[in-house]
T-cell receptor, first 108, second 113 residues
Framework: EDQVTQSPEALRLQEGESSSLNCSYT??????LFWYRQDPGKGPEFLFT???AGEEKEKERLKATLTKKESFLHITAPKPEDSATYLC?????????FGTGTRLQVFP | DAGVIQSPRHEVTEMGQEVTLRCKPI?????LFWYRQTMMRGLELLIY????????DSGMPEDRFSAKMPNASFSTLKIQPSEPRDSAVYFC???????????FGPGTRLTVL
């Protein structure tokens, strides 16, 4: 069965404390891996798309990487405004399969 | 650009009542997706349209759910009759094509009493 698993479920960081979020998948025939950020009471906001192993993309303090079985979202020197739930999704045919997310809290 | 627009933002109804959720996609986007989000199951795709045609409705939980897209700028998701287990946040998303990144609306929080 196609699955997307995110870990950890929740992560508490001190401001400036770098860390990584993991997204592992078992989808065969991957046609793209997507990262989204979701703030409470809002819809997911698109961050990155990765298509092939070895690909990396960066945006401010975030960097996403992709291997054949997993993706990492690295957060460098996070700030309180980075607090949110981060969702990854894999494209299988024309559909996205979402993980359940990592809830990140960054404390000053 | 106003982004994806959904209405209402909140809906409280009683079991057995009909509920209609509305979505206006981003202008120029030809793919539209309806999702449901719950704590237990996360974000699940219910149905998606391409060029106003339903392509895959395998995620629609049962016959009580139906979706339409009469034109490129409007879609509805209807639940009739509603049940308490339908309580969730329903999101609409649109994209330039089914393979492109999706842009989500603010969601409709549905509570069925």
């Amino acid at each position: 069965e196609d699955q997307v698993t995110q870990s950890p479920e929740a992560l508490r960081l001190q401001e400036g404390e770098s860390s990584s979020l993991n997204c592992s998948y078992t989808v065969s025939g991957l046609r793209g891996l997507f990262w989204y950020r979701q703030d409470p009471g809002k819809g997911p906001e698109f961050l990155f798309t990765l298509y092939s192993a070895g690909e990396e993309k960066e945006k401010e303090r975030l960097k996403a990487t992709l291997t054949k079985k997993e993706s990492f979202l690295h957060i460098t020197a996070p700030k309180p405004e980075d607090s949110a739930t981060y969702l990854c999704a894999v494209r299988y045919t024309d559909k996205l399969i979402f993980g359940t997310g990592t809830r990140l809290q960054v404390f000053p | 650009d106003a982004g994806v627009i959904q209405s209402p933002r909140h809906e409280v109804t009683e079991m057995g009542q009909e509920v209609t959720l509305r979505c206006k996609p981003i202008s120029g986007h030809n793919s539209l997706f309806w999702y449901r989000q719950t704590m237990m199951r996360g974000l699940e795709l219910l149905i998606y349209f391409n060029n106003n045609v339903p392509i895959d409705d395998s995620g629609m939980p049962e016959d009580r759910f139906s979706a339409k897209m009469p034109n490129a700028s409007f879609s509805t998701l209807k639940i009739q009759p509603s049940e308490p287990r339908d309580s969730a946040v329903y999101f609409c998303a649109s994209s330039l094509g089914p393979a492109n990144e999706q842009f989500f609306g603010p969601g409709t929080r549905l509570t069925v009493l």
